[in-house]
């Protein structure tokens, strides 16, 4: 198993020497939460001002980061896995081919640093969250709720490391892989009820974000984020439950609200069928 820790080192510090890896990595959240700064915040915390009062900001900027924390995840390890892409396009492949290094030692590397490097930044991305939060009126995450999304990121990261290197089996040259980066990370916005609140989405649109379990992972992220300025809100409870639907807090599916459980156990299961499918259509492809 040395080989693979090995392996993963290299790939990790490969990433963190690439300051243009690191940002492309992050492009998406910086478009949202600009956006949402320059734009978008004042719309969407008028829009919420007349139900929740006073703590309208707090709850509208908890929402908006639990969201980036979603998107984080998926184009972190995306990002991470375009070394993969970039070994193959410069044909260092070969020279690990021709190594007495394992196959599986060598994709394990490759999935093992997409992992690290997911969580590293996005354990970063909620620090800069609760620094903006802060600043901007809302309160410091407890002890336990910082522990519980840390939780949340972990099982969040390992299925979106699935999914990309799923995702990434179907290109071998950095260009293609760039551009279609650059459409994903577009996509996810959406997918994940950022740049609009899922429920005020179409409900065709609707359905499909059930279906993308990164909006699990959103979901996840907005009840421990959003719990607190909800409680300060103090809002009748018929009305709590609508703006949790509306807000991509709660996904009701006929008629029933999704359990915490649920969620955790579809991010899981989405991760280890998109592991199967990644690694049938790597089982004859080279490294």
Request: net charge positive.
């Amino acid at each position: 198993m040395s080989n693979v820790f090995h392996l993963c080192k290299r790939n990790v510090l490969i990433f963190i020497r690439d300051r243009s890896s690191v940002f492309f990595s992050l492009l998406a959240v910086f478009i949202i939460i600009g956006l949402y700064a320059l734009f978008l915040g004042d719309i969407v915390v008028s829009s919420v001002s007349e139900i929740v009062g006073e703590h309208a900001r707090y709850l509208m900027d908890s929402w908006i980061m639990a969201g980036t924390l979603a998107v984080t995840s998926i184009t972190t390890t995306l990002g991470a896995f375009g070394i993969l892409i970039d070994d193959r396009d410069r044909k260092i492949s070969n020279d690990f081919k021709s190594s007495p290094i394992k196959r599986t030692h060598i994709l394990s590397g490759y999935i093992l640093s997409a992992w690290i490097i997911g969580v590293l930044i996005s354990i970063l991305g909620l620090l800069l969250a609760e620094i903006y939060i802060v600043v901007s009126g809302g309160r410091w995450l407890e002890l336990k709720e910082a522990i519980s999304l840390i939780g949340v990121m972990m099982v969040s990261v390992f299925s979106s490391t699935a999914m990309m290197l799923f995702f990434v089996s179907f290109f071998k040259s950095s260009s293609s892989f760039g551009v279609a980066s650059s459409v994903m990370g577009t996509l996810i916005g959406f997918l994940t009820g950022i740049y609009v609140p899922i429920g005020q989405l179409p409900n065709g649109v609707q359905t499909v974000t059930k279906f993308f379990p990164p909006s699990y992972s959103g979901s996840l992220y907005r009840k421990i984020m959003m719990d607190k300025p909800f409680s300060l809100a103090n809002l009748p409870e018929p009305v709590l439950e609508e703006m949790k639907i509306v807000f991509g807090v709660s996904f009701s599916i006929k008629g029933s609200i999704v359990s915490t459980l649920t969620s955790v156990l579809v991010i899981l299961f989405s991760g280890v069928v998109f592991f199967g499918l990644a690694l049938i259509r790597l089982d004859r492809k080279d490294v």
